[in-house]
């Protein structure tokens, strides 16, 4: 990433790997610098032909992670496994607003609800945010994801335990050799 960056330094697909790189060194308790990673990973807007794509049926404000809003939505992105991860940021979020609600798919509302107020498409709202842009936004350090473990062994049928794993992501996605999996 280093190389191609001495040739253009704003080259976004490169900026954004360079972000994943250092998310990985993070993960590995390698000491590197949270809010750097953070910040190239904002590049993933700008990724020629694979950049993410954010559903708004409405003109939102951006959110600046410091105002009291009136309502802020929390845009969908990314996948299940990005939705899970960057939910234990959400708490921090909803203490700073007025009302939260959250875009998901259908699928992934019983791991927000009844905490979070969802939407699936309309996201009528004030002002709005990046699901993966949370800490950056409001600059707060990893935090952990204990309020997810009650959620998704409470919410399975029967009350029965149903535990999922996975070896590999998308064969056709494009990271992913590094990719995390949920």
Known sequence: YVAALKKDPHYADALWNMGNAIFRKYCSNKITDWFTALEYYEYRFHRSGTAVKLRASQDLLEWDGVTRVPHLIVLAEQ???????????????????????????????????????????????????????????MRVPLCDGRFLAHKLVRKVPNGE???????????????????STT
Request: glycine share 6%.
């Open 79 to 137: 996948g299940f496994g990005d939705q899970i991860m960057f939910a234990r940021f959400l708490a921090e979020a909803k203490s700073r607003v007025d009302r939260l609600t959250v875009q998901c798919e259908p699928r992934m509302a019983p791991i927000y609800e009844p905490e979070y107020e969802v939407c699936y498409k309309e996201t009528v709202g004030t002002h709005a945010v990046a699901m993966c842009s949370l800490p950056l936004t």
């Open 161 to 179: 335990l149903d535990v999922g794993v996975t070896w590999s992501g998308s064969k056709t996605h494009v990271n992913n050799a590094y990719r």
